[in-house]
């Protein structure tokens, strides 16, 4: 097994934002007499603004028209955007920066793949975008993860096979989506959520690429 690219996720990733995206998504719910709890806010990470703005409505019985559906994810992405109009580097998760740099230092391509339509943005006001090759965003895929869309575009991009690509995400279905496309995929965050992935880390912290392959190396040995 080769490592030539890696694919980074951007919410809860590289940066903070998973919290704002929760408290834009309660405020919604909220909105007719609902709620989002912790542990449904995780089934709609990594997933679209429309996909999770249905998986709310569903959970809390409502019934909207297309136009009113437009109206309320246009709505959550306002407050979502107020939440995160005075974000800065100090928003980027611990360690993640070093990781960055060590990998562009390495010369081993770097691709974004996340589902969020503000994610070219974000990575450009926290002042990493130039760290990447290329950056596909929720604009250019069809399909949300679990597929795999996201991700095999950027390896095309990079021109590297899926095999040979680490996807770093924090998302079960971000780890689904990097299983099905052949990818390698490394968690970060809590275990329970991310069982799946060939190797998981609470954060970035004091991680090298060179731990990260002997990790893998080690996972992969153990796997029957
Ligand atoms: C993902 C987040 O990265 O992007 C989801 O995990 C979010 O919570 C999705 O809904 C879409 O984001 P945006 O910024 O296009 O509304
Ligand atoms: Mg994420």
Known sequence: MKVEACIFDLDGVIVDTARF?????????????????LEQNEKLKGVSRMG??????????????????????KLKNEWYLELISSIDQSELLPGVINLLT????????LALGSASRNAIKILHKIGVDHLFHTMIDGNLVEKSKPDPEVFLKGAKSLGIKPANCIVFEDSSKGIEAAISGGFIP?????????????????????????????????AKSRTP
């Open 186 to 218: 490394v968690g970060i965050g809590e275990d329970s959520n991310l069982k799946n992935a060939t190797i998981i880390y609470s954060g970035f912290q004091n991680l090298t690429f060179d731990t990260i392959l002997t990790d893998i190396a080690k």
């Open 21 to 37: 995206h929760y408290v834009a998504w309660k405020r919604i719910a909220q909105l007719f007499g609902g709620d989002l709890s």
């Open 102 to 109: 060590e990998l562009k230092s390495l010369k081993i391509p």
């Open 52 to 73: 999770s703005l249905e998986y709310i409505l569903k959970a809390n019985n409502i019934q909207k028209s297309h136009e009113e559906k437009s109206e309320l994810a």
